[in-house]
């Protein structure tokens, strides 16, 4: 899959409907992606959500309108999808820095163009990461359901309540695992767990997910967590998949957190991700 292309598509769509009432599930549909992977290869290579994107190109060419003058707050609230002039005004004014009636009055305001995203090749720090092919998995997780949205902030807070719970503590939790993300579905399913051969028998609160059989690029990331996972996923989006012989299957992946101080300035950590050679 051609990320880059993708994610314009994605903006061609998003263009084409900004007065209209479209979802995350409705854009990463069009673009044949779930709304995770969708969500997730948008942010990292324009760095801001579709929401965002959608929220600031709406207030520009609302901006621009009402600079015009001839539209009233109230029509021009509700064709950019506000259901009343208060929200719109705040939203407005927040965005802006004027409200609308001083944008009417010919007060400076603000304008996001559209984007078109283009990857610039330049050279860097090396990449680590092997191609392995991995048999048949079976992974112990405890799983939830995330809404791609909010899963940016809610997925932290999962392993926080994973570790406060004594039950779950016992079962070595090294694994976090993205899986069932469906195309046009804004929900997936995220564990945190190990490897089924680690542990005997499920425990309460866990199952079993099975991972065919790939090839897997894994991903050498040295530096305290989140942070070196979160700047080695923006690296792969940017930088190794437009250039590299192989794309991303968008099933499932796998961040692997090796023993050690996850806050030291040496831990090691992985991210594994399935992929398969170009055509």
Known sequence: MDWVRTVNDAIEYMEENLTEDITLADIS???????????????????????????????????????????KVIDIALKYGYDSPESFTKAFTRFHGVSPAQAKKGEPIRFMSRYTVRITIEGGSIMEYNIEKWEEMELLVHTKVFNAGTSEEEIPKFWDEYYANEEYRKIPGYLGVCAQAKTGSEEFKYGIGCKAADVEGIPDGFEIIRIPEYDWAVFKCVGPTPKAIQDMWERIYKEWLPVSDYELIPDVDIENYLPGDPSSADYVSEICIPVRKKE
């Not at 997730?40 to 290579?45: G, I, V």
């Not at 760095?47 to 539209?71: C, T």
């Open 29 to 71: 549909k069009a673009v044949n992606l779930s709304a995770f992977h969708f969500q997730r290869a948008f942010t990292l290579l324009t760095d801001m959500s579709p929401a965002e994107y959608l929220r600031k190109r709406r207030l520009s060419l609302a901006g621009s309108e009402l600079a015009k003058g001839d539209g």
